[in-house]
């Protein structure tokens, strides 16, 4: 019950995922990054392990479609999860367990693949994928959120989705951004307006871990954390 896209941005190199469901806290479960490595979700009866799995695969130079194979074929009941993957390389690839018995399905695109399960059609990951790339002028935040809302807007889940995420990572061990919205109406709106606001304090977060000298504390600031 979870439709999501996965992307590397071939101007910076960054991977992220926005992704969204009608069950609670989507961003704890499923989505998984890591810089200069791939992206990988694991969806439907949403198998947690596979994504640092996933991710260890990556690193260790498979391709997306490796990784994904070695997913299903490794995993206790493929049958009935869904796998997706874009490596360092910008390859994607996605699996869809044939027991499946929701509406399911998936759709790569340049540098980005999508997947969803208990979605209203099959077409909403073909749209979530041709939202994001007619939008490749945008920063790539925006480029993934602009795609999940065109999943919603293609027909989304079949029940309300009540949670969603924002996960993205850049050069650093850390993630980029990491915004969840884990159980509220209307999560997509709540999502980006949580990305509007933390926007401009990226680069002040980094500065902190790298280069904490040079800020300036405002003691009043709640961002000095």
């Known amino acids: 019950m979870t439709f999501s896209i996965a992307a590397r941005d071939p101007a910076t190199g960054m991977f992220g995922i926005a992704i969204a469901t009608s069950a609670v806290a989507v961003g704890n479960r499923c989505p998984w990054v890591k810089a200069g490595v791939g992206a990988v979700t694991t969806q439907h009866r949403t198998d947690t392990r596979s994504g640092p799995v996933g991710i260890d695969l990556l690193t260790l130079g498979l391709s997306a479609q490796e990784v994904v194979n070695v997913l299903a074929a490794s995993n206790d009941f493929p049958q009935e999860r869904q796998f997706a993957a874009v490596d360092r390389e910008g390859r994607t690839a996605f699996y869809n367990g044939p027991e499946i018995e929701c509406i399911n399905s998936g759709f790569s695109g340049y540098q980005c693949v999508s997947t969803g399960n208990f979605i209203a059609n099959t077409e909403v990951p073909y749209h979530m994928v041709k939202a994001y790339e007619a939008n490749l002028d945008m920063p790539f935040a925006e480029r993934l959120l602009s795609a999940v809302d065109a999943g919603l807007a293609a027909g989304g889940e079949t029940k309300p989705i ?64």
């Open 162 to 225: 009540m949670s969603a995420a924002l996960l993205i990572t850049d050069r650093n061990s850390w993630p980029l951004v990491d915004l969840r919205i884990d159980w509220k109406e209307n999560p997509l709106d709540e999502l980006r307006a949580l990305w509007n606001f933390y926007m401009p304090h990226q680069e002040r977060f980094i500065k902190q871990v790298l280069t904490p000298a040079a800020l300036t504390l405002l003691s009043d600031s709640p961002m000095n954390v």
